[in-house]
């Protein structure tokens, strides 16, 4: 029984993912370190096979996907060494895909664009994971369509709103067919570590009055984000996932805010939180989290491939809710992370439906 997934952009946490794939095959389960389970439903991490990949970079296009996921502007770190898997990096679309920070950076190649649909279908794939660049809008609706055509499952892990959107929830049904997303998760990232600390603090008590997040770093995704026009769900999607944890408004303020080069792809959040506990008394949070940031979201899209594939294989449709509020950002349906986490379980495990 396997996985078999199409990667749409093979950029750094397409590379953190298929080295990771290659680095679980060699572990011990015991040592599965940033998983929710080795054994998900029956699927071990290497039950994931890549079949297809998709990019536009003249570096990545034409090249096996083993090889592929470590060429520049790749800049994360290197946690496996993955042989040839025959694969080969197809041109996909270009669109909105190249935003004007990145086009010094990114040669687009001369190939001709082949039809997607027909060589997922060709591939035998059964899971397309889009990884286009943060902004590419229009390009991850043309990708998720391509799967609709397919006949394939669909994750989105970037913040362009597909699994959270009703419109594309009713076409997933309607062709019978699982969605994911919007916005993946990291393991321990900005997000989740902002949702949890706010949750603490409204369960405990304390009137939280104000709190922003800030995040720098050095690949391409941060270069990206410096056109502002393109981080409009980026931003919807960061602050509504903390907001969700506070029963009453809050002054808030959460996005990338630079890019420092010599960061590459290690990732820096600050997180600054005010408020109010017992006889009006003030309380402030002020935390820094530094992490790799491709690798931090590779293990959340291991599980939110296996429970696809597991939601594939019970004929579920739709948006997968608790598969998404457990490994997204924008879900469907928000839900603190131990809530979240007990109702994917329990997904797996069959005792709920989505």
């Known amino acids: 029984m396997k996985a078999k997934v199409a990667i749409v952009g093979v950029g750094n946490c397409a590379s953190a993912l298929v080295q990771g794939v290659h680095y679980y095959k060699k572990s011990n389960p015991d040592e599965a370190i940033g998983l929710a389970k080795y054994d998900l439903g029956g699927l071990k991490p290497y039950d994931i096979e890549f079949v297809a990949a998709f990019d536009v970079d003249e570096n990545k296009v034409g090249k096996d996907l083993g090889e592929a996921i470590y060429e520049y502007p790749n800049n994360t ?74 006949g394939t499952a669909f ?74 026009e393109r981080l409009i769900d980026k931003r919807e999607s960061k602050t509504s996932a903390v907001r969700a944890m506070v029963p009453y408004q809050v002054p808030t303020r959460i996005g990338p805010s630079d890019y420092v080069g010599f960061l590459r792809n290690e990732k820096i959040c600050y997180i600054w939180i005010k408020g109010r506990y017992f006889g009006n008394s003030p309380v402030t949070m002020d935390v820094k989290l530094s992490v790799v940031d ?27 809710i608790s598969l998404s509020a457990y490994c997204f950002k924008h879900p469907p349906v928000q839900m603190p992370f131990d809530e979240a986490k007990i109702a994917f379980i329990d997904f797996i495990e069959g005792k709920r439906d989505m």
């Open 294 to 320: 491709a690798p931090n979201s590779a293990g959340v899209m291991i599980d939110a491939i296996r429970g696809t594939k597991i939601a594939l294989m019970r004929n579920v449709s739709g948006p997968l």
């Open 77 to 150: 770190i290197r946690i496996s060494d993955v042989p040839k898997l025959g694969v080969r990096v197809e041109k996909g679309a270009v669109i909105d895909g190249i935003g004007k920070y990145v086009r010094d950076v990114i040669k687009v190649s001369d190939k001709d664009s082949v039809d997607v649909a027909s060589v997922i279908k060709d591939s035998g794939a059964d899971i397309v994971v889009n990884y286009v660049p943060v902004g590419s809008v229009k390009a991850t609706h043309f990708y998720a369509e391509q799967a609709l055509k397919a």
């Open 155 to 228: 994750i989105n892990a970037m913040p362009v709103f597909i699994a959270s959107n009703p419109d594309w929830q009713s076409r997933f049904c309607d062709y019978g067919l699982p969605v994911a997303g919007d916005d993946v998760m990291s393991q321990i990232g900005a997000t989740v570590l902002h949702k949890t600390l706010i949750k603490l603090l409204v369960d405990r008590g304390v009137k939280v009055d104000e709190t922003y997040q800030l995040n720098i770093g050095g690949d391409t995704d941060f270069l990206n984000m410096l056109e502002e």
